[in-house]
């Protein structure tokens, strides 16, 4: 199993960015293609973006396509998230995660980090 642990969330104010990054300790970590969810107040964990493990292929969605982006550093056991042009609607606490597969469906992966809170002000 791999450990996760998240880190750069914050108070931003709304069309402000934020970047989170998510370091990885144990097992190779090229070996696994990666995520990020997220979970607002009362809602249930959503799909943001996914990554494979050599990073040539990118899934997103559809309410953050062309304002974050994810990307990976397997030299550095770590994988991001740029948060561009955020809105009110992105409040809520970010994880990333590993799978056996590039999906956006939650029970696919199987090690989370430890979550870090976003909010956006309006």
């Known amino acids: 199993q791999v450990q996760l642990v998240v880190t750069g969330g914050g108070l931003v104010q709304a069309g402000g960015s934020l970047r989170l990054s998510c370091a990885a300790a144990g097992r190779t970590f090229s070996n696994y293609h990666m995520a990020w969810f997220r979970q607002a107040p009362g809602k249930e964990r959503e799909f943001v973006a996914a990554i494979s493990r050599s990073g040539s292929m990118k899934l997103y969605a559809d309410s953050v396509k062309g304002r974050f982006t994810i990307s990976r550093d397997n030299a550095k056991n770590a994988v991001y998230l740029q948060m561009n042009s955020l809105k009110p609607d992105d409040t809520a606490v970010y994880y990333c995660?590993?799978?056996?597969?590039?999906?956006?469906?939650?029970?696919?992966?199987?090690?989370w980090g430890q979550g870090t809170q976003v909010t956006v002000s309006s």
């Open positions: 995660a590993t799978g056996p597969s590039v999906t956006s469906k939650v029970a696919s992966y199987d090690s």
